[in-house]
């Protein structure tokens, strides 16, 4: 299903993390902690620099034209 501007999003904290939570920062570590797919592309994008298939920044730069 495709998401459209009305398309509510939810995001589940548990009680306890949330409480635990001494500033924003902690909640947004537990949140992408919890993003499976998050962190899947986190783990290709390492793969990928180790085996030195990445580019770097200035690269990336000048292939958009910045």
Known sequence: MAKTKTT???VFIPV???EAAETLEDLE???IAHNE???VRLRRAREEH???DAK???EV????GL
């Open 37 to 39: 797919e998050l962190l």
């Open 50 to 52: 180790g085996r030195g």
């Open 29 to 31: 570590d537990w949140l």
């Open 61 to 64: 730069r000048k292939d958009l």
């Open 8 to 10: 509510p999003e939810y």
């Open 56 to 58: 770097a920044a200035a």
């Open 16 to 18: 306890e993390v949330f």
